[in-house]
Nanobody, 116 residues
């Protein structure tokens, strides 16, 4: 069973930066193909923010292109989300997702709050 532990959330002002990290561990973590970040704001559906494959291919949502960057650690079982030029609408709970088709795992979520 893969466990995902997220860290790095917090409260920042608009225009500032924040970095999130997610580390995967446990049986099966060596077979992770894709890691990514989703977010869910109050009253809204969970949406993709960014994802990255084990080969380094990335996919970013249009609303974060040019502001956010996703990367994976050397051990391939850690993913980072660098968030720059944060906006109030980026306020949400950010969830790490990892796994492979047919076997996905989720982190517990970390709150990101951007004040004006």
């Amino acid at each position: 069973q893969v466990q995902l532990v997220e860290s790095g959330g917090g409260l920042v002002q608009a225009g500032e930066s924040l970095s999130l990290s997610c580390a995967a561990s446990g049986a099966g973590s060596e077979r992770i193909f894709l890691m990514g970040w989703y977010r869910q704001a109050p009253g809204k559906q969970r949406e993709l923010v960014a994802e990255i494959t084990s080969g380094g291919s990335t996919n970013l949502a249009d609303f974060v292109k040019g502001r956010f960057a996703i990367s994976r650690g050397n051990a391939k079982n850690t993913v980072y989300l660098q968030m720059n030029s944060l906006k109030t609408e980026d306020t949400a709970v950010y969830y790490c997702k990892a796994g492979r088709p047919g076997r996905w795992y989720w982190g517990q979520g970390t709150q990101v709050t951007v004040s004006s």
